[in-house]
């Protein structure tokens, strides 16, 4: 029987959603997280209260509350184990988020008194400082695409398109002629893999599987698999690009992992949000001139997020690309989604598709006028 990638995630789901839900009530559940020093000792309160929302640019008074008898020798605060400054009392500080990426961020107070330290946290969400810019599209081509391609990973180079493609026993990653459609070079993933996203670098592609926490490395040229390597970062294996110097990986949530390009180690994140909200489920990505282009899965989304902050500055909607008239009964559409984003950088030309769409649509993007 197959499985989808709409059924396996519902399963998954539940187990991240359990798993965020005891991570939420740590993060949200106390009350201006109230913390207690050893027995006896005068309790500790922090400012702003968990789970209060800013936006970029905002200045946060980061502040801590002491009994009228504590005498701190000095307060240290911190932010993502970071210093961000300090006092000799309980003035507090002034946070600038201009340049702070976006999500959730830990805040920490480190009380220095007698010589002992009590630590007392609170958490903040910061969002985008404005709201993204909505853009449209034309098309301007379209070329065949594998009516059995379930699209994970989209990319175009040297002239040629490499495309990962999922479901269980139907994993595939391939070169393919953008022209007619046709297949050049493919291997077959064992049964077990469920293929995701891939990135070129250099004469190697890697490519991601979805729950299996392991990676592949192929030659360029044959697609011969040269080794393997596990993958532990994140929740799951998404959608993955390379911008010349690192790897960007998504895992189902609004996170994107930084990984080094040699060793696929995690070197750093960002959080995806607009001014709204956080964005759950960025898929497909794509590095196109200095930033990050994502599918949004099960949405007619594609972001441009900005890869130091985290921001959606643009949104397109992709709607009507593949109109529903149009397409044949019997599918499931809520699973075949909008998925595949891949940049000529030589003619500048973007190209889309979903999964198992029969066309790759070659497309501009421009903004959207009132």
Aim: proline share 4%.
């Amino acid at each position: 029987m197959r499985f989808g990638r709409q059924e396996l995630k519902l399963t998954m789901n539940n187990k991240i959603k359990i798993f965020f839900a005891a991570g939420l009530l740590l993060a949200f559940g106390c009350n201006g997280c109230k913390q207690k020093t050893t027995a006896g000792a005068a309790d500790y309160t922090i400012s702003p209260e968990a789970g209060t929302t800013y936006k970029a640019g905002d200045v946060v008074k980061i502040k801590v509350a002491l009994p009228a008898d504590a005498k701190p020798d000095s307060v240290v605060y911190m932010m993502e184990s970071t210093r961000i400054g300090s006092s000799k009392d309980t003035a507090g500080i002034s946070l600038n988020t201009d340049t702070v990426p976006l999500g959730i961020k830990i805040l920490m107070a480190k009380v220095y008194e007698g010589g002992k330290s009590q630590d007392v946290t609170t958490n903040i969400l910061l969002l985008a400082g404005k709201a993204p810019e909505e853009y449209t599209y034309k098309v301007e081509k379209t070329f065949p695409h594998d009516t059995s391609a379930y699209t994970e990973g989209l990319q175009y180079i040297d002239g040629v398109l490499y495309e990962s493609t999922g479901e269980p026993g139907h994993s595939t990653i391939r070169k393919v002629d953008l022209q007619t459609g046709k297949v050049l070079v493919q291997t077959k993933l064992e049964d077990k893999y469920f293929g995701e996203g891939l990135s070129v670098i250099g004469d190697k592609v890697v490519q991601m599987t979805y729950r299996e926490k392991t990676g592949f490395v192929y030659d360029k040229n044959t697609l011969k698999l040269l080794k393997t390597f596990p993958n532990n970062v994140g929740v799951e294996g998404w959608g993955m690009c390379f911008d010349g110097k690192k790897l960007y990986l998504d895992d189902s949530t609004n996170r994107i992992w930084f990984l080094d390009k040699d060793t696929y180690q995690q070197t750093g994140y960002i959080d995806v949000c607009d001014d709204k909200k956080q964005i759950d489920s960025v898929n497909e990505l794509e590095y196109i001139d200095g930033k990050l282009y994502a599918n949004v899965y099960q949405t007619d989304d594609i972001l441009v997020i900005n890869p130091k902050t985290g921001a959606v500055e643009q949104r397109i909607d992709m709607k009507n690309l593949y109109p529903e008239s149009e397409r044949p009964a019997g599918r499931d559409w809520g699973n075949n989604v909008l998925n595949g984003i891949a940049y000529d950088a030589a003619t500048k030309r973007i190209f889309v598709t979903g999964k198992k769409w029969p066309k790759m649509y070659q497309v501009k993007f421009s903004p959207l006028i009132p």
